[in-house]
């Protein structure tokens, strides 16, 4: 089993659609919790942390369930700019707290016109 | 200010020769991380340095892959004898501090390509 999974998608929605993407962790242990954006051929870029109350930035919406060890990713009126591939990121507790980090292999938004 | 910068941005290489890859950190990051992305595949870390110590490279493939940081700055990724399996994108990035709450900031790669 992945440390971290995703579903790859691709995801093809819509401007101004609402999509939300998961992501699974599997150390119950971890502490910290992001989203990176990379978009095609371009190095990945944090988009958010994620807190356990849950944060906002404008049209994106991060959440974080422990218990069932969950992250989730919500994208609301959709913009075209929007289109690149989101990675679901956890920071690697197991040798302390390191930053090393263990991405998802991420998930493909496609926004159309 | 300037970002994280990497030399080669392309590599292309012989199976067998070996490679040096270069990372040039943002200045004042003390935490340096090298990561590597196959063709479809997740990011996969590799090493990482606290100054100019790797407590962890628990990544590295096996034992053709070394790095080293030098001045606590600049690191260099080599791999000996390169095999194909070892074409992939070599991103590193930096952040302050070796810390999960620091955010890191990631390089533009080197696309290396073993014919």
């Known amino acids: 089993r992945k440390e971290v999974e995703q579903d790859p998608g691709p995801f093809n929605v819509p401007e101004g659609a609402t999509v939300a993407f998961n992501c699974t962790y599997s150390?119950?242990?971890?502490?910290?919790f992001f989203w990176y954006r990379q978009d095609c051929r371009k190095e990945p870029k944090l988009l958010m942390s994620?807190?356990?109350s849950g944060n906002e930035d404008g049209r994106f919406t991060a959440q974080l369930n422990r218990a069932s060890q969950y992250i989730s990713l919500l994208i609301r009126d959709s913009k075209l700019s929007d289109s690149a591939t989101y990675l679901c990121?956890?920071?690697?507790?197991?040798?302390?707290?390191?930053?090393?980090?263990?991405f998802g292999q991420g998930t493909t938004l496609q926004v159309k016109p | 200010g300037a970002g994280v910068s990497q030399s080669p941005s392309n590599k292309v290489t012989e199976k067998g020769k070996d490679v040096e890859l270069r990372c040039d950190p943002i200045?004042?990051?003390?935490?340096l991380y090298w990561y590597r992305q196959s063709l479809g595949q997740g990011l996969e870390f590799l090493i990482y340095?606290?100054?100019?110590?790797?407590?962890?490279k628990s990544g590295l493939p096996s034992d053709r892959f070394s790095a080293e940081r030098t001045g606590g700055s600049v690191s260099t990724l080599t791999i000996q004898r390169t095999q194909q399996e070892d074409s992939a994108v070599y991103l590193c990035?930096?952040?302050?501090?070796?810390?999960?709450?620091?955010?890191?900031?990631f390089g533009p790669g080197t696309r290396l390509t073993v014919l």
């Open positions: 990035a930096s952040s302050l501090m070796a810390s999960g709450l620091n955010e890191q900031f």
């Open positions: 340095f606290q100054g100019n110590s790797a407590p962890d």
């Open positions: 990121v956890v920071n690697d507790r197991g040798s302390g707290n390191t930053g090393k980090l263990i």
């Open positions: 200045s004042g990051h003390t935490a």
């Open positions: 150390n119950s242990a971890s502490q910290s």
């Open positions: 994620v807190y356990s």
